[in-house]
């Protein structure tokens, strides 16, 4: 089953000058896939995402998610839609300091006026697979980095939306804790078969995904697939980049 179909999309920023952000993107994403988005900077990869985040419009082109047009949907439906649908993880965690971690996982489903116990419930068992089970009670001032990044993958994954959408999720970490954080979004891919798209730059952070599409000056550049080997697919990575372009010269001197 396909979640997510773009067809023929182009996204135009109009302005004193236009800027052609995407042209002519076609990408399906099927039920399980974990799909990494690389690229240049400035070559469309937030652009894309905010197509199918449905946080901005595009230009001409169809969405579909789970088989439904969001830009067809009325402000109300399409408000629960991303609710109930998406989920979002962002470079900077988006999460509200004052609350604790068990407060912040659980406000998709408190908007949602779910029941005490089954939100209890799923509570628990979205924190255990991230490994913050132990530290629910505390305020997100509190904790580190990796554990901001792996409380609001559980804020996303709660309420087990179709589709994952994760823009530079490791942006902000350390090495150590970008592998935490990847091996936590491989985990709920492989053991719970969500569907995931990743942005990113870090070409480490991308070898946990399955296929990775690169996209050039807004145009779908090449695609790659990941076989057995994490290793491997590591280095065609930093081989397609650079090909395509992206910072290969810190590179030399990552680990995978
Ligand atoms: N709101 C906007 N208004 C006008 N132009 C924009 C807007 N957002 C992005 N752009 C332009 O569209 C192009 C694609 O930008 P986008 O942010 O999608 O790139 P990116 O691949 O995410 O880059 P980065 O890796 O630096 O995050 C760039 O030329 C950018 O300047
Ligand atoms: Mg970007």
Partial sequence: MDILEVKALNKVYTGKVATH???DIHLTIRKGEFVGIMGPSGSGKTTLLNM???IDRPS????R???HNPYNMKKRELAHFRRKQ???VFQDFNLLDTLTVAENIVLPLTLDRRPLKEVDGLLKQTASKLGIGDILNKRIYEISG???QRTAIARAIIGSPLLLLADEPTGALDSQSSRAVMESLAEINEKDGATLMLVTHDPVAASYC???VFIKDGKLAAEIHRGENRQAFFQKIIDMLSFWGGNT???SSIRV
Wanted: avoid cysteine; aromatic fraction near 4%.
């Fill in 249 to 251: 010269s810190e590179l």
């Fill in 146 to 148: 990796g554990q901001r």
């Fill in 60 to 63: 001409s082109g169809e969405v």
């Fill in 52 to 54: 199918v985040s449905t």
């Fill in 21 to 23: 952000a995407l042209t």
């Fill in 210 to 212: 399955n296929r990775i």
């Fill in 65 to 67: 998610i789970g088989g």
């Fill in 86 to 88: 998406l989920g979002f």
